[in-house]
Nanobody, 121 residues
Framework: VQLVESGGGMVQSGGSLRLSCATS????????MSWVRQAPGKGPEWVSA????????AYTNSVLGRFTISRDNDKSTLFLQMNSLKPEDTALYHC???????????????WGRGTQVIVSS
């Protein structure tokens, strides 16, 4: 299982970024996927998840209305469009594999190395 995130960077508050996660080593279309972030000195925080077909999504309250998760099963790639970024969104963002039941995410523990997002005020 390989998960390779990209698209992070440094932006000003209110800016946008689009994260991508290229996957390989498993049948991407058969798995629910999610984004998890970890801010400096803090534990991991689940951000968003999407089901196998891409028609069911879930978000943590702090990003609702600002972030959009999506996937391209043909390209085995997961995305996270992040708009109206805030300094508190600063973190290392990882894509992960697991299962989504309603709005509850169960992580399998397969994480990519992450892509750094820094939002300046």
């Amino acid at each position: 299982v390989q998960l390779v995130e990209s698209g992070g960077g440094m932006v000003q508050s209110g800016g946008s970024l689009r994260l991508s996660c290229a996957t390989s080593g498993f049948t991407f279309s058969k798995y629910d996927m999610s984004w998890v972030r970890q801010a400096p000195g803090k534990g991991p925080e689940w951000v968003s998840a999407i089901n196998t077909h891409g028609n069911i999504t879930a978000y943590t309250n702090s990003v609702l209305g600002r972030f959009t998760i999506s996937r391209d099963n043909d390209k085995s790639t997961l995305f996270l469009q992040m708009n109206s970024l805030k300094p508190e969104d600063t973190a290392l963002y990882h894509c992960t594999r697991g299962s989504l039941a309603g709005s509850t995410w169960s992580d399998e523990g397969h994480w990519g190395r992450g892509t750094q997002v820094i939002v300046s005020s």
